[in-house]
């Protein structure tokens, strides 16, 4: 009994590693194309819906286009995008296919450094982990 006890909190922790390791990769996926002044695959994180809900300093906005038009008004060049660093990630898993994570953004510019904290929601679908909520100040 103990055996099994022993495998199944194995199996967990593998699985809770493969989820985490994976939300990590989207993160650092759009940290790179942000840095290479990249919006659209930047965008490739978020879940190309509708029904995305992304909730900034302007209030909420629903849908991946309105997410991706806002961000392509607020940063329209790469000298406005500087460069992104995440710092202080904290993923905790919600269940087999979602996920939340904790963290902190700096924009570092060349007149100025921009930073504050976000919170997102991952859902897993069968082309892999996307944010389906976005919450960033």
Known sequence: MKKIVILIYILIFGVSFAQEK???????????????????????????????LFIGSKGP??????????????????????????????????????A?????WKLIRANDTPNGIYTLVFQKFNDGWKIISDHTN
């Open 22 to 52: 994976d939300i990590l990769k989207v993160l650092h996926e759009q940290q790179t194309a942000w840095n290479n002044g990249d919006i659209e695959n930047f965008m490739k994180g978020y879940w190309k819906d509708d029904s995305l």
């Open 61 to 98: 906005t629903y849908g991946w286009q309105k997410t991706l038009d806002n961000y392509k008004k607020t940063y329209p060049n790469k000298e406005m995008m500087g460069i992104l660093e995440f710092s202080d990630i904290q993923v905790k898993k919600l269940g087999k296919k979602h």
């Open 100 to 104: 939340y994570v904790f963290g902190k």
